[in-house]
C-alpha cells in the first residue's frame, strides 16, 4: 500500500525556517487535496494548511504570514515553508493527502508525523 513519507523536521531557534516535504512511497495515479496537520503534547491534531490541485490554499489563522503551503503535481509532492517559527509551532506535523492509485478510487493517507520543535 502507498504511504506518504515526511522530511525535513527538526529542532530550530525561535525566529528560524524549516521547510516540510511529503511525498508517496511508491507511484499513483494522481494526488488531489493536501495538506500538513499537527499535534502538539497534549492537544488534539489541528490543520495547518491545505492546498487543492489546481492551487488554492487555506491556513490556520495561527499560522497566516508566516507558512506557505506549496505543491508538485508532476511529483505529487507537497511542501511547508515555516518562517518566524514559534515555541508554539512545536508538534509533531502530519502529511495528508487524498491519493489515486493505478487501481481503484482515492483513498485518504496519513503520513507518519515529522516532528517539529523550536527551542532556544
Known amino acids: 500500500q502507498v504511504q506518504l513519507v515526511e522530511s525535513g523536521g527538526g529542532l530550530v531557534q525561535p525566529g528560524g525556517s524549516l521547510r516540510l516535504s511529503c511525498a508517496p512511497s511508491?507511484?499513483?495515479?494522481?494526488?488531489?487535496?493536501m495538506g500538513w496537520y499537527r499535534q502538539a503534547p497534549g492537544k488534539q491534531r489541528e490543520l495547518v494548511a491545505t492546498?487543492?490541485?489546481?492551487?488554492?490554499?487555506n491556513y490556520a489563522d495561527s499560522v497566516k504570514g508566516r507558512f506557505t503551503i506549496s505543491r508538485d503535481n508532476a511529483k505529487n509532492t507537497v511542501y511547508l515553508q515555516m518562517n518566524s517559527l514559534k515555541p508554539e509551532d512545536t508538534a509533531v506535523y502530519y502529511c495528508?493527502?487524498?491519493?489515486?492509485?493505478?487501481?481503484?478510487?482515492?483513498?485518504?493517507?496519513w503520513g507518519q508525523g515529522t516532528q517539529v520543535t523550536v527551542s532556544s
Open positions: 511508491g507511484s499513483i495515479f494522481r494526488a488531489y487535496a
Open positions: 492546498v487543492t490541485r489546481t492551487g488554492s490554499t
Open positions: 495528508n493527502a487524498d491519493l489515486q492509485t493505478w487501481v481503484g478510487p482515492p483513498n485518504n493517507i
